[in-house]
């Protein structure tokens, strides 16, 4: 079946750099999307194809993608960015499947 | 603004059926070309999708859960809905419905939690 590997955690202070990694294990790779949880939260939207922003999500948030692995990037990172995020992606047959997602901790 | 909604039993016996409802309001379930998917999540760990319909009916299913799982969708009542059969403990989760379009799954319910205990 097909994989999508993260990154456990990623530690950043604020104003710098997160960079989140989303690793699929087949090629070819469909399209990636990233999502972003808060406690108790639904999640919600904050990437789509690779690197397409959805309104009201901050320009911080940019998402690129290389091979079979597409990544994260939050730039001038804020508290409020703190959260799990998680990758996700389909396989050929229409079968979805999510990272294993990562927690992004602002110290 | 599309809305999502879930509803349904929240304690479910081992070896029963969990049965989950998803009404969609402020659009109609059959407009456009979305998927609507069923996804979910035991405590303290990551999301897992279950399975997404359309609505035309044709439905795509988790291998892991494919013997156990059934999606339905009824356009008169802009709801779909998910059976998940023969349920242990291992199902116990929030579970959420949510759209899928173009752009990923854009709009989700705010989730229910489903606890599998006798």
């Known amino acids: 079946s097909y994989e999508l590997t993260q990154p456990p955690s990623v530690s950043v202070s604020p104003g710098q750099t997160a960079r989140i990694t989303c690793s699929a294990d087949?090629?070819?790779?469909?399209?990636a999307y990233w999502y972003q949880q808060k406690p108790g939260q639904a999640p919600v939207l904050v990437i789509y194809?690779?690197?397409e922003r959805p309104s009201g999500i901050p320009e911080r948030f940019s998402g690129s993608s290389s091979g079979t692995t597409v990544t994260l990037t939050i730039s001038g990172v804020q508290a409020e960015d703190e959260a799990d995020y998680y990758c996700?992606?389909?396989?050929?047959?229409?079968?979805?499947?999510f990272g294993t997602g990562t927690k992004v901790t602002v110290l | 603004q599309v809305q999502l909604q879930e509803s349904g039993p929240g304690l479910v016996k081992p070896s029963q059926t969990l049965s989950l409802t998803c009404t969609v309001s402020g659009g109609s379930i059959s407009s456009g070309s979305y998927y609507w998917s069923w996804i979910r999540q035991p405590a303290g760990k990551g999301l897992e999708w279950i399975g997404r319909i359309y609505t035309s009916g044709s439905t795509n299913y988790n291998p892991s859960l494919k013997s156990r799982v059934t999606i339905s969708v009824d356009t008169s009542k802009n709801q779909f809905s998910l059976k998940l059969s023969s349920v242990t403990a291992a199902d116990t989760a929030v579970y959420y419905c949510?759209?899928?379009?173009?752009?990923?799954?854009?709009?989700w319910g705010q989730g229910t939690l489903v606890t599998v205990s006798s």
């Open positions: 949510a759209r899928y379009s173009s752009r990923g799954h854009d709009y």
């Open positions: 194809k690779d690197s």
């Open positions: 996700q992606s389909a396989d050929s047959s229409g079968t979805y499947v």
């Open positions: 087949a090629l070819p790779k469909q399209y």
